[in-house]
């Protein structure tokens, strides 16, 4: 059973979960943001701890126009939530959003949580990238 998430009673299969998110990330890239957020709520109901859900809504709200939405988002809900080793992930988007937001000290200074040693080198890219655009 440990290749399956549990739901209440429903079993969900990997490549589901892994489908759910993929649409969930095209509504976000579309401007969709109830879509988004509504497929991305189950995500984070079977994985939770997980950065992605967040991240989602986030681009989804930036695509709206609304990056003080996903800087609330990202700063005051993903943050705390996420495990650990997702939390850079989460930050480097915290920083886009900021810098989006005409928020560029604040935007450094999360960057600068992003330690250079992180084991998320993605994170470590898209953070070097933003500090780049400043």
């Excluded at 943001?33 to 989602?56: D, N, V």
């Amino acid at each position: 059973m440990g290749r399956f998430r549990k739901l209440g009673q429903m079993v969900v299969a990997p490549d589901t979960i892994r489908l759910l998110t993929e649409i969930g990330l095209l509504a976000a890239g579309r401007g969709r943001l109830r879509e988004c957020q509504e497929i991305m709520q189950g995500i984070a109901a079977l994985r939770p701890g997980a950065s992605q859900p967040f991240i989602a809504v986030a681009l989804a709200y930036l695509n709206a126009g609304r990056p003080a939405d996903a800087v609330r988002l990202l700063r005051d809900e993903a943050l705390p939530a996420v495990n650990p080793e997702e939390a850079d992930m989460v930050r480097a988007f915290l920083g886009l959003s900021l810098h989006l937001d005409g928020r560029p000290r604040e935007c450094i200074e999360t960057l600068d949580q992003i330690r250079p040693d992180s084991n998320d080198s993605a994170a470590l890219r898209l953070a070097v990238a933003i500090r780049q655009s400043l």
